[in-house]
């Protein structure tokens, strides 16, 4: 394992770098100031970003293969992890944001011709977004053989029947298609019942009925997470992804790089919660020294640098064990970084948040927005149970007769 920057990675690290400092982390203030009067539409200069990103490759850098950016995950690895210092703009504007990264993926691989063409192409152009349905509110979607919401074959169309919650991106009028995993035949062995079938926004009898907050928060940057129903809700046939039955198979596919994707964000958000901890340690005085001189605080400091590196490693051996091993080779890899990250990353996030006081809990600084986005990755792609007890069984099953 050989975790260095080639030179393509360390070329585009350099040019995302710059962007960064000349483009994104100035707007910050401005983005946050227009997203409080935008409602559920992108703040405006968003597309200016995007245009500016383009304009420098920086563009799709998450995707392999012809449509993207045609790196490894390795190679992807160190600039999402740019990304993740300002997560709400740099991955939106480089056209590396979920749900449209897996979205994209997932058509990538199982789409259609005429699917490709029709929504795959415009998202990779930055022209639509797109929304992953599969969390319903009626059962526990950990485990996915749960879900209830029918996709009943009828003559040459499906009807989509169901309640989705939880639908990151839906509220955003830019979403044009959702992504609906359902089942076509529960009779069918459990992970044969699901399929995955394009619903157009706009379809009769898909409501968008609400946006659901995080935290209090409704992330409406990121399109916000919507609850969705579906009544008798008709599309083509060939809407359909893939075969029937392929869906839990295709859920699979999809959410292993999207874990990945969050766990490399989450290094960077860990980064600059210890650049900001320790400004803001120099900068304030408490009975008669820094905060930075007092021992709790440099515990922390220390134990936030040791957690970052640990995780890092973590990160880049399981992007290296995809690249070369494949995702299912990686499967033991990418539950290990979708447990630790989150969680080590919540708790270097409170560390900051403490050193900021009063002000760490406000909107002055990114701190506390953060802190909610990654507890909430404690539960995305996966609760944190399912993955440790499918974890747990890997190791238990090389000591079992």
Known sequence: MNFGFDDTTAELRARLLTFMDECVIPAEHAYEEQAAVSGWSPPPLIEDLKAEARKRGLWNLFLPGAEGAGLTNLQYAPLAEIMGRSPSI???????????????????????????????????????????????????????????????????????????????????????????????????????????????????GLTIKRGMKVFGYDDATHGGHAEVVFEDVRVPADHLIGEEGGGFAIAQARLGPGRIHHCMRLIGAAERAVELMCRRALSRTTFGKTIAQQGVVQDWIAESRVRIEQLRLLVLKTAWLMDTVGNRGAHTEIQAIKIATPAAVEWILDKAIQVHGAGGLSQDFPLAGAWAGVRSLRFADGPDEVHKRSLAYRELKKYMD
């Open 90 to 204: 740099a991955a939106t504007a480089t056209n590396c944001a979920a749900p449209d990264t897996g979205n994209m993926e997932l058509l990538a691989q199982f789409g259609s011709e005429w699917q490709r063409k029709e929504y795959l192409e415009p998202l990779l152009n930055g022209e639509i977004r797109s929304a992953f349905a599969m969390t319903e509110p009626d059962v526990a979607s950990s485990d996915a053989t749960n879900i209830s919401t029918s996709i009943v074959r009828d003559g040459d169309e499906y009807v989509v029947n169901g309640r989705k919650w939880f639908i990151t991106g839906a509220m955003n009028p830019n979403c044009k298609i959702l992504i609906v995993m359902g089942k076509t035949d529960p009779e069918a062995p459990s992970h044969r019942q699901q399929s995955m079938i394009l619903v157009p926004r706009g379809t009769p």
